[in-house]
């Protein structure tokens, strides 16, 4: 029975990988999968925030035969209450909780998958740790630099495994983009450019305040952010065009290509940052984050720039997303669809497109589950320092665009040389919560 076991699980594993993101896998086949797995192999599954990525990781973490999904945490019942029902109809029976601490609570937990607005991600993150709990966070990781610096400092007293939703560096792809940028054949590197235009997305009307929806549990939603009446353009996917919840385009689509724009260079903190910017596109929206910007990060030998825009499809080299290494003999383009390189005159060769060849999400939660296994924390390909490290980089831009000045970085005492970016380092906490306090 044991050789049939493994023989079903490999090929059970084999076939998922290949598995697009849009891909859904019929539950009662991932259910039929579990079976098959020993009590003392499976690893109980529980995830606060189901209704955007955090169910997408879910989904993608549930291809792993050995992970067993047992406990959902959401705000809105309707939601929560779907979800269930979607996991039941696959033969999935799970508890439901509407406040994650109390969720926190049950020893039969294992990992914990947060996917909850950024402005969660600190607590959520530092408790889940104090609780004993390997955790799968979204990215951004925080909502500013000081929660950045408390969730490493929560992963490495609890000695946790804690991996960041930055799944693009699970891509094959785009690892090997790395590897070719490491020959040193684009000679003398002297800009890096990362661009997200987003042609999709378009302004969003203004609402009155009222009521909450019924089964949202508002002020659950609203936690450590600023009381304000419910607002329906504040709550689900809009959420990250409002400070108090998230940080906008920057730190949004950011996270994922300026930490690869830092991955080339072998990068830590820039010397300094300036970022300009506004309302462009819809200055009367009732978004506050803008939805134009540009910022410049200064490092010793080159320069990196950021660029975003809503409602603008075509962005560099016809892309609406991507990396640039422009170096002396050349240029490599780097985006979810391929990496090329295309020389400068004659100086090198040009490399036609290389295409993406497996799902970068389903690698990604794949690594996470080894290391939960494996207790070799190193091994994980995104760990909360690499999070921190680039989410710290993305409020850099967002701090200068606040101040409208330019920020320079301290890097020996982690904070900035001018004090008005300084008053912007910490979140600003509410409604009876305290930032955790890790020591």
Known sequence: MEQTRRTFLKSTTTA??????????????????KKLVSASDKINVAAIGINGMGWADLRSLMKIPEVNVVA????????????????????????????????????????????TPDHWHCLQMAEACSAGKDVYVEKPVGNSIQECQVMVAAQQKYNRAVQCGQWQRSVPHFVDALNFIKTGKLGKIRTVKAWAYQGWMTNIETKPDGPAPAGVNYDMWLGPATRRPFNPNRFHF?????????????????????????????????????????????????????DTLAAVYEFDGYNMIWEHAQSISNGNYGRDHGISYIGNNGTLVLDRNGWEVIPDEKRMEAIPIQRPKENGLDLHTKNFIKVVQTRKLDDLTCPIQAGAHVATVCQMGNISYK??????????????????????????????YKMPVVS
């Open 16 to 33: 998922l990988a290949g598995l697009g993101l849009s891909t859904a896998l019929p539950l009662d086949v991932l259910a039929n999968a």
């Open 72 to 115: 959902l945490c959401d705000v809105d019942d309707n939601v929560l209450n779907f979800r269930k029902y979607e996991l039941a109809k696959g033969g999935i029976q799970t508890k439901t909780f509407a406040d994650y601490r109390k969720m926190l609570e049950s020893k039969d937990i294992d990992v914990v998958v947060i996917g």
């Open 238 to 290: 809009n959420f990250r065009w409002f400070w108090d919840y998230a940080g906008g385009l920057m730190t949004d689509w950011g996270v994922h290509l300026i930490d690869y724009a830092l991955l080339g260079m072998d990068a830590r903190f820039p010397k300094s940052a300036v970022a300009l910017g506004g309302k462009y596109a819809y200055p009367d929206g009732p978004h506050e984050t803008p």
């Open 403 to 432: 101040t409208g000045a330019k920020v320079t970085w301290d890097s020996t005492a982690q904070k900035f040389k001018e004090s008005a970016a300084n008053s912007l380092i910490q979140a600003s906490y509410n409604n009876g």
